[in-house]
């Protein structure tokens, strides 16, 4: 490996170091573990990064994590679209998550889809002190008289569910048999776990217990019959997506859970095969399916034209010489949108370097579409991977690369002062602090309201969106002409 | 091919595209297993009659669209209005995460909040290492003046004690122990953002005139005028109008949290986390002020009524704007401060009604159905009928009994009230109900009306938290005359916009 193949080490050996200098000593301690340089040639934790994972956030150090409830009805239930899905507890959860993750979908919002509301228990002191569940079960019975169409309710535990000893199983079960359709319990109570990883299990395991074990769906398995795991529609994302699969010839039985229905996801068990994209948020659920009904399953990335071509052919190897024909024929069919995107991106933003802070899945999945503009990642990090995402980065980026896992607010604002980016991919409340220091920046969660990102189609707007950050106008202005000097 | 390197198609027209209408087709059609169309279109005309609306308010327990936050929302923004201040929050910090983003969206500012990170293990023994470590790093990290907590609803109902735990903390050596570490127990089972602004306010108080050394009691007058006010979405610009008001009138005042600088810091190449706010030594003195005046009752009970008790004078108004509330707003000033109301502002008055009187026209009998905080929905009720509209609905999620009594007071006031209905304790699909069976020319409320907007193509106005979808709003005030100015021509816009949309022989270019 070159060395312009890789980033300075040595750099951010030394910004690691400063960083940690200004905690006191047991917050540095437990600090220091997750953050480190990628390098390859050292048998000792390069594999993972490095980096320790999956743990408590140190507190008060402004972690961005969120919770498990965050991750069950933020990510992985709130997309199902034509179920109610109950914010069970004090108002606040569901309020600050109404709408955030843009899961798109088609529908009738209130009526046959309800992705778009806030439904909660809205807990007042009483609920705390008598507990919940009385009012959980008429409030079943209510929402089943408003919104007769919806096709199940899941209960998404705030908090408080899980310390006043309410049975929201009992009352599930119960309501299942009264209203007849899915009442599904989720143990996602924000305390449980380090982050909103937890969740995304807990809410995993929640289909498994309360649909899979208590439905069943008719379908006649077809040759090519495979469910997109683990897209959650964000912007669209899904969409572009589900048609280079259905264009290789493949049948997308279910679609989880973005523009997800219920029937979908009950009919998952019949697929030949499951191809996962955020293998973070939903390998349990794969490795459940694999275990019990035989469902092999494939990891792939649709971020970019080298991964989703890569992807393709890995996804076609699976099936047979027709699908992988189509397949070929499929990134051919793409290849002069690709050509023409390139062409267009590349010149304005090649050798442009990128720090990236998102979730479980993107500081490493979008690391290839910006390396096919040109760009280069010199840091990245996760607010909940595992070991086993970290395994997985390592094949993505460069030696050298700066590793940040649950980094805190101080860190990242350092570290990007001091690497001084072209561009910081990350959230909310990253953004604006990033911006002001005259860094461009991208909400690397929500696309920045815009995506899709994935696929073709999407790929020709994340460069589009990436250019803009860089090549605004704003950057060079931020100075009074008469303080430029 | 629906993308295209020269004419890139995001999310707005891409799934317009022919490829994207046949695949949600396709899709629907082979896998969705969805209620028939017919059926769809039955159900959703059937929401919009009288016998749903009865189902749905008959309904006790399912909360649905509220609008309303949490306590600890309003406690992290009264905490930010202070000088140096770090806001920080005991119990589990997904909370955090939401406040920080909730917030950040509406200001698009950078919003620093730290939270000790209580997990299952501090559910079981309690989050005093929680709090003992992370002051000690908040502290060590931020370099705040400051650090104010709150409570999430976790660390409540385990009933963690934040004064024993701070001191505790401070004994352990987290923090230095004269620094300023003031408190509130926010639980989000009680009240909502309002209360929790309330509660941190007193905190704050109760710190530098109680805590800090020993009970105090008023001393020497400093001739000032305290200003609480309240939790706005515009005050960032509210509070600026509000200081020009005073400075005006040569108005010596003390404004008790102050966020118009934190939440609107500039872009020039320097991120600050903390910028402007109330200094300490102000709030220490506010003590002594000659009466303290809150702009927004409801966001202030308990504060008052602890400011009272120190002896001083207070006040309280509804969220002043538009003529009569800034004449009340002027005149509460005037007289807690004995200083006159110059001829300027007398003048700005005047051109609030100038421009009113030129419009007035457009704006007579036009109904309107609005949503909020109490404080706001009493504002902007009193502003709708200083202008003859007709305040149709007056719906608040989070409204008292008090606060009910005092709208259906101020609709009596009015021939132009006479037909208004005040809804206490509902949410926006109530609303919703509302709107289809006793329709309004216009809604007024905030980014979440959109989809009442969408539902029932009554045109939504954003003057309230939060507005995620429109940038920019709470940089023009809305208090005041020229606030008032702002909020007629954004209601005017409306007004000329719909008349335009459904005109074709009367398309006038003069109106």
Same mark, same amino acid.
């Given at each position: 490996m070159s060395l312009d193949d890789q980033n300075d080490a040595a750099f951010h050996e030394d910004i690691i170091k400063e960083v940690l200098a200004q905690y006191p000593e047991k917050a540095a301690k437990k600090r220091a573990r997750h953050l480190n340089v990628i390098k390859s /040639? *050292?048998?000792? +934790?390069s594999s993972s990064c490095g980096v320790k994972s999956n743990v408590k956030s140190v507190p +008060?150090?402004?972690?961005i994590r969120g919770c498990a409830y965050a991750g069950s009805? &933020? @990510?992985?239930?709130?997309? %199902?679209?034509?179920m109610l899905h109950i914010s069970h507890g004090p108002v606040g959860c569901g309020q600050y998550s109404w709408?955030?993750?843009?899961n798109y979908f088609t529908g009738t919002v209130g009526i046959?889809?309800? @992705?778009?509301m806030q439904i909660t228990s809205d807990f007042q002191e009483r609920d705390i002190v008598f507990g919940g569940d009385k009012n959980l079960d008429k409030m079943l019975d209510e929402l089943n008289e408003l919104f007769?169409?919806?096709n199940g309710i899941s209960v998404q535990s705030e908090c408080p569910i899980g310390l006043i000893g309410d049975d929201i199983e009992a009352v599930a079960k119960k309501k299942n048999k009264e209203l007849g359709k899915p009442v599904v319990p989720v143990r996602? *109570?924000?305390?449980?776990? @380090?982050?909103q990883s937890l969740g995304h299990h807990i809410a995993n395991d929640a289909i498994r217990d309360w649909v899979f074990d208590k439905t069943s769906a008719e379908w006649e398995t077809g040759p090519y019959d495979v469910n997109l795991i683990a897209?959650?529609?964000?912007?669209? /994302?899904?969409w572009p997506s589900r048609r280079l699969l259905e264009e290789m010839?493949? #049948?997308?039985?279910?679609?989880?859970? &973005?523009?997800?229905t219920l029937a979908e996801m009950e009919r998952?068990?019949?697929?030949r095969l499951n191809l996962i994209h955020c293998y973070r948020s939903m390998n349990y659920i794969c490795r459940h399916m694999e275990e019990k009904y035989n469902i092999p399953w494939v990891e792939y990335n649709f971020f970019g034209p080298s991964q989703i071509a890569k992807s393709l052919r890995k996804i076609a190897s699976q099936f047979d010489e027709t699908i992988q024909q189509k397949a070929e024929e499929v990134i051919a069919k793409y290849q002069p949108l690709v050509d023409a995107v390139l062409a267009k991106y590349k010149p304005r933003l090649e050798g442009k370097k990128v720090m990236l802070y998102v979730g479980?899945?993107?500081? #490493? =999945?979008v690391a290839d579409a910006y390396d096919d503009l040109?760009?280069?990642? %010199?840091g990245t990090g996760y607010e909940f991977a595992h070991n086993d995402d970290y395994q997985r980065t390592t094949d993505y980026l460069k030696d050298g690369t700066l590793i940040y896992d649950d980094v805190s607010g101080y860190e990242l604002e350092k570290f990007i002062e001091k690497i001084r980016p072209d561009l910081v991919g990350s959230g909310i409340k990253e953004k604006y602090a990033t911006q002001k220091m005259g860094v461009p920046f991208r909400q690397m969660h929500s696309w920045d309201y815009s995506g899709?990102? =994935? +696929?073709y189609d999407g790929f020709a707007i994340f460069a589009r969106d990436m250019d803009m950050a860089i090549n605004?106008? %704003?950057?060079?202005?931020?100075?009074?002409p008469w303080k430029a000097a | 091919m629906p993308q295209s390197a020269d004419k890139i198609k995001d999310h707005i027209s891409l799934f317009k595209e022919p490829e994207y209408q046949e695949l949600f087709a396709s899709k629907k059609a082979q896998?969705?297993?969805?209620?028939s169309d017919e059926a769809v279109a039955a159900q959703a005309e059937y929401t919009k009659g009288w016998e749903y609306r009865e189902k749905n308010f008959a309904r006790q327990i399912a909360v649905i669209n509220p609008a309303k936050a949490c306590q600890p929302l309003g406690a992290v923004f009264a905490a930010a209005g202070f000088e140096g201040t770090l806001p920080y929050v005991h119990g589990s910090q997904g909370c955090v995460a939401y406040f920080r983003s909730h917030l950040a969206r509406h200001f698009k500012e950078a919003v620093p909040i730290v939270a000790d990170s209580m997990t299952e293990d501090a559910a079981v023994f309690g989050g005093l290492t929680n709090i003992v470590e992370g002051l000690q790093n908040a502290y060590t990290l931020y370099n705040p003046k400051m650090i104010v907590v709150s409570t999430t609803c976790m660390a409540e109902v385990i009933g963690d004690d934040l004064s024993a735990f701070i001191a505790t903390a401070k004994e352990k050596g987290s923090?230095?122990?004269?620094f300023p570490v003031p408190f509130a127990h926010t639980?989000? !089972?009680?009240?909502?953002h309002v209360v929790g602004y309330d509660n941190q306010m007193k905190g704050i108080l109760n710190y530098f005139w109680d805590r800090e050394a020993g009970e105090r009691k008023a001393g020497a007058p400093n001739g000032k005028l305290n200003i609480i006010p309240g939790f706005d979405g515009y005050a960032v610009a509210n509070n600026r109008e509000l200081k020009r008001y005073l400075d005006v009138m040569g108005v010596d005042y003390?404004?008790?949290?102050?966020?118009s600088d934190i939440y609107d810091t500039p872009s020039d190449g320097e991120y600050r986390m903390y910028d402007g706010g109330t200094t300490l030594d102000e709030t220490r003195d $506010?003590?002594? $002020?000659?009466a303290t005046l809150s702009l927004q009752e409801f966001c202030s009970l308990k504060t008052l009524e602890y400011v009272k008790d120190k002896g001083q004078a207070v006040a309280s108004l509804n969220y002043p704007m538009g003529i009569s509330g800034t004449d009340a707003l002027l005149m509460k000033i005037s007289e807690l401060s004995g200083k006159p109301i110059p001829d300027s502002l007398e003048k700005e008055r005047g051109r609030l009604m100038d421009a009113i009187t030129d419009s007035q026209a457009w704006l007579h009998g036009k109904k309107f159905a609005l949503f909020g905080d109490p404080d706001f929905t009493l504002g902007m009720t009193a502003f709708l009928l200083d202008m003859g509209c007709e305040p149709t609905h007056v719906l608040c999620t989070n409204g008292s009994a008090e606060w009910e009594a005092k709208v259906k007071a101020l609709l009596a006031s009015s021939p132009f009230g006479a037909a208004g209905q005040v809804w206490r304790g509902k949410d926006l699909w109530h609303l919703r109900s509302l709107l289809f069976t006793e329709p309004v020319d216009f809604l007024i409320g905030s980014s979440y009306g959109k989809y009442l907007e969408k539902d029932t193509g009554i045109p939504l106005i954003r003057l309230t938290f939060?507005? !995620?979808?429109?940038?920019?709003?709470?940089? !023009?005030?809305?208090?005041?005359y020229q606030g008032g100015l702002r909020v007629l021509v954004e209601i005017l816009d409306r007004v000329f916009e719909v008349a335009d949309a459904s005109s074709d022989i009367s398309y006038d270019l003069t109106r």
């Open positions: /040639d *050292e048998e000792a +934790g +008060g150090v402004m972690t009805k &933020g @990510v992985v239930w709130g997309p %199902v679209k034509d709408s955030q993750r843009r046959d889809s309800f @992705v778009t007769p169409l919806s996602c *109570e924000g305390f449980r776990g @380090v982050s897209d959650y529609n964000i912007g669209g /994302d899904a010839g493949l #049948r997308v039985i279910g679609s989880w859970s &973005g523009d997800a998952a068990p019949k697929a479980g899945l993107r500081p #490493r =999945h040109g760009m280069n990642i %010199v899709p990102y =994935h +696929g605004s106008p %704003v950057w060079s202005k931020f100075k009074a | 896998f969705e297993c969805r209620h923090v230095p122990g004269d639980p989000s !089972f009680v009240g909502s003390t404004l008790l949290g102050d966020v $506010a003590i002594n $002020a000659k939060p507005i !995620f979808d429109r940038h920019h709003h709470h940089r !023009f005030p809305t208090l005041g």
